[in-house]
């Protein structure tokens, strides 16, 4: 059975950093698009940044130059360092994981992704 499991959300504070964690358990992360996708209350999930089988990272503008995605092929463990953290940034923050060589703008699109974590809360205070 796969499960994502995700942790390090919570409150931050407006200009401070969290970071946070989703772990495999049942799957390997090597050879898949995973990505993280943030949902405001009353919204629709979004994407908000993802990492292809080769490694390359793709961002939504929004994030560009605060947030950063990873994954440590050893621990089984996808992670989104989220700093210069805004009240916007405010949201449940879900991660996923797909099959391999999706292309495109694959980390905007939910459908594509076949497994998710549970989700965590990040709230941002100004």
């Known amino acids: 059975q796969v499960q994502l499991v995700e942790s390090g959300g919570g409150p931050g504070q407006s200009g401070g950093s969290l970071r946070l964690s989703c772990a495999a358990l049942?799957?390997?992360?090597?050879?898949?698009?995973l990505a993280w996708f943030l949902q405001p209350p009353a919204k629709e999930r979004e994407g908000v940044a993802g990492?292809?089988?080769?490694?390359?990272?793709s961002y939504v503008d929004s994030v560009k130059g605060r947030f950063t995605i990873s994954q440590d092929n050893a621990k089984n463990t996808l992670y989104l360092q989220m700093d210069s953290l805004k009240p916007e940034d405010t949201a449940m923050y879900y991660c996923a994981a797909g099959p391999p060589n999706l292309g495109g703008a694959y980390f905007r699109y939910p459908a594509l992704f076949g497994y998710w974590g549970q989700g965590t809360q990040v709230t941002v205070s100004s």
């Open positions: 990492v292809e089988s080769d490694g390359r990272t």
């Open positions: 049942g799957y390997t992360y090597t050879r898949h698009c």
